[in-house]
């Protein structure tokens, strides 16, 4: 039935609107005295800023032996300077209304600040403090020291942040990215506030480092005038921390196994993918919501929806400077592991064999391009997106072209990623389970090595507890 003149014919699905672009401001690039660099973004519809200051340098820079130095390092930023205590610190941020947080990555670290704009030159005054003379005091290095060994502990006792944290030693081995960026009991108990003052002294330097600000931000002279003087005092170049490897891809399957009494599973397949600047990195992610990106993945559809396995099963791909992990994650019911395991194993099989169909494909592209513009909607999250294009060397039309770069890629390019990339004889699986129950199945899957949450080698004890 034909709907009349000014009714909605609900029989008939709308017609897609145009896709959204994405069109960001160009950037006021400034370089200090200092040598610190600077890229502003102005959005004057909200008297707010967001300051990213971005260090070239993370947690592949952390001492052989003491991972977690950069994460304490940042930590330790407003717990006290040269001037102030940490209570005092403390009272500055809440008088300027800021929000003051850190990230740390194996790539780099990022200190975020938030604030209105009319307090913009007194949270300039505390950004350059913070950074540049911080006191490391014994007391308080020591406390944070505890807190993150404490953070570790309780960790340890999710089956899921186990998992994950032995897939990526299974994975990347000695490599720094086989550590995670806030390190392990071993080596976060041998972190100091002498072993922080030296990492500080190396890398927290203005030349190589860059400045974001985005929101009401003044015009070029007036904010290089405010800049200058905030941050003149922070002098120096960076030590030189040399090339980070490339990973190695293991040459044949790594199975472990970690004994965990319960119902369930932690189960983890992956293996190294590429970087970020990788020209294909538009293909893989489409590659991978097809795989399991999305609620409508393969792996998703197969383990939940046919077989009822599991509340949800994914995939991601962690692109960094060098070639980062991927990983397929999910927990099943513990009668089903090696089974659950096999057909996540089948399914990336499946992705070398058999092309995306039309309807797999546009449907990865629209999630990839469609939600874009939703990432650009406050100052925060453009700010964050410019500090990828920096860590990562992107261009500065990077965001504008993506959706065109998503859209271009076809069913071979997909194909052949997988074949690239999935390869199910040089992955690494994981599981966390009550593998006695089931380890000679699990056997069949490869040469079998059982560790315990630490990843220490251990023995299959009949009757052992959980951890």
Same mark, same amino acid.
């Given at each position: 039935m034909m709907a009349s003149a000014g009714q909605l014919d609900r029989s008939r699905r709308p017609a897609p609107g145009a896709a959204p672009t994405i069109r960001l401001p160009r950037f006021l690039?400034?370089?200090?005295?200092?040598?610190?660099?600077?890229?502003?973004?102005?959005? !004057?519809?909200?008297? &707010?800023?967001?300051?990213?200051? *971005?260090?070239?340098? +993370?947690?592949? =820079?952390?001492p052989r032996g003491r991972a977690g130095v950069a994460l304490l390092v940042a930590r330790a930023l407003t717990e006290g300077t040269t001037e102030r205590s940490a209570g005092e610190v403390a009272e500055w941020l809440d008088l300027l209304g800021a929000r003051f947080r850190v990230d740390v990555n194996h790539d780099a670290t990022t200190l975020s600040l938030r604030f209105l704009s009319h307090v913009l030159h007194g949270a300039f005054e505390l950004l350059a403090e913070v950074v540049s003379r911080p006191a490391f005091d014994a007391k308080e290095v020591d406390r @944070?020291? !505890? &807190?993150?060994?404490? &953070?570790?502990a309780s960790g340890l006792d999710e089956p899921r942040v186990v998992a994950s944290l032995r897939l990526g030693e299974a994975t990347f081995g000695e490599h720094p990215y086989g $550590?995670?960026? +806030? +390190? #392990?009991? &071993?080596?976060?108990? =041998?972190?100091? #506030? !002498?072993?922080?003052? !030296?990492?500080?002294s190396r890398f927290y330097r203005p030349s190589g480092a860059t400045l974001i600000l985005v929101g009401d931000v003044p015009e070029r002279d007036e904010l290089r005038q405010r800049l200058e003087t905030v941050f003149q005092a922070w002098q120096g170049d960076p030590e030189d921390a040399g090339e980070l490897a490339e990973p190695e891809i293991p040459e044949a399957r790594r199975l472990r196994a970690v004994q965990w009494s319960g119902p369930q599973s932690e189960i983890r397949v992956g293996g190294v993918g590429i970087s970020r600047a990788d020209q294909d990195y538009p293909a893989v992610q489409v590659m991978n919501a097809i795989l399991g990106g999305l609620f409508s993945s393969r792996i998703n559809m197969n383990l939940r929806e046919e077989r009822g396995w599991t509340y949800g099963a994914g995939s991601h791909f962690d692109a960094r400077k060098r070639r980062g992990p991927y990983y397929i994650a999910t927990a099943v019911d513990a009668k089903v592991t090696v089974d659950a395991i096999r057909e996540i194993l089948a399914e990336m099989e499946r992705m070398q064999a058999e092309p995306p169909s039309d309807e797999e494909l546009e449907l990865a592209k629209n999630a990839l391009t469609l939600s874009l513009p939703r990432l650009f909607e406050t100052v925060g999250q453009v700010s964050g997106r410019v500090a990828q294009q920096v860590i990562y060397g992107l261009p500065d039309n990077y965001w504008e072209l993506y959706?065109?770069?998503?859209? #271009? *890629? %076809?069913?071979?390019? $997909?194909?052949? @990623?997988?074949?690239? @990339?999935?390869? %199910?004889?040089?992955? #690494?699986?994981i599981v966390v389970g009550p593998i006695r129950d089931f380890h000679a199945e699990l056997e069949t899957l490869g040469p079998l090595e059982i560790q315990d949450i630490h990843g220490r080698a251990a023995g299959l004890l009949p009757g052992r507890a959980a951890p």
């Amino acid at each position: 039935m034909m709907a009349s003149a000014g009714q909605l014919d609900r029989s008939r699905r709308p017609a897609p609107g145009a896709a959204p672009t994405i069109r960001l401001p160009r950037f006021l690039r400034l370089r200090l005295a200092n040598g610190l660099r600077v890229l502003a973004v102005r959005h !004057d519809n909200l008297p &707010e800023v967001s300051a990213r200051l *971005v260090l070239p340098y +993370g947690a592949a =820079e952390d001492p052989r032996g003491r991972a977690g130095v950069a994460l304490l390092v940042a930590r330790a930023l407003t717990e006290g300077t040269t001037e102030r205590s940490a209570g005092e610190v403390a009272e500055w941020l809440d008088l300027l209304g800021a929000r003051f947080r850190v990230d740390v990555n194996h790539d780099a670290t990022t200190l975020s600040l938030r604030f209105l704009s009319h307090v913009l030159h007194g949270a300039f005054e505390l950004l350059a403090e913070v950074v540049s003379r911080p006191a490391f005091d014994a007391k308080e290095v020591d406390r @944070l020291r !505890d &807190e993150r060994l404490d &953070e570790i502990a309780s960790g340890l006792d999710e089956p899921r942040v186990v998992a994950s944290l032995r897939l990526g030693e299974a994975t990347f081995g000695e490599h720094p990215y086989g $550590v995670r960026a +806030g +390190g #392990a009991e &071993e080596t976060v108990r =041998e972190i100091n #506030a !002498d072993v922080l003052s !030296d990492y500080h002294s190396r890398f927290y330097r203005p030349s190589g480092a860059t400045l974001i600000l985005v929101g009401d931000v003044p015009e070029r002279d007036e904010l290089r005038q405010r800049l200058e003087t905030v941050f003149q005092a922070w002098q120096g170049d960076p030590e030189d921390a040399g090339e980070l490897a490339e990973p190695e891809i293991p040459e044949a399957r790594r199975l472990r196994a970690v004994q965990w009494s319960g119902p369930q599973s932690e189960i983890r397949v992956g293996g190294v993918g590429i970087s970020r600047a990788d020209q294909d990195y538009p293909a893989v992610q489409v590659m991978n919501a097809i795989l399991g990106g999305l609620f409508s993945s393969r792996i998703n559809m197969n383990l939940r929806e046919e077989r009822g396995w599991t509340y949800g099963a994914g995939s991601h791909f962690d692109a960094r400077k060098r070639r980062g992990p991927y990983y397929i994650a999910t927990a099943v019911d513990a009668k089903v592991t090696v089974d659950a395991i096999r057909e996540i194993l089948a399914e990336m099989e499946r992705m070398q064999a058999e092309p995306p169909s039309d309807e797999e494909l546009e449907l990865a592209k629209n999630a990839l391009t469609l939600s874009l513009p939703r990432l650009f909607e406050t100052v925060g999250q453009v700010s964050g997106r410019v500090a990828q294009q920096v860590i990562y060397g992107l261009p500065d039309n990077y965001w504008e072209l993506y959706p065109e770069q998503v859209r #271009a *890629v %076809t069913q071979t390019n $997909v194909q052949l @990623l997988a074949e690239r @990339l999935l390869s %199910t004889r040089r992955t #690494a699986i994981i599981v966390v389970g009550p593998i006695r129950d089931f380890h000679a199945e699990l056997e069949t899957l490869g040469p079998l090595e059982i560790q315990d949450i630490h990843g220490r080698a251990a023995g299959l004890l009949p009757g052992r507890a959980a951890p």
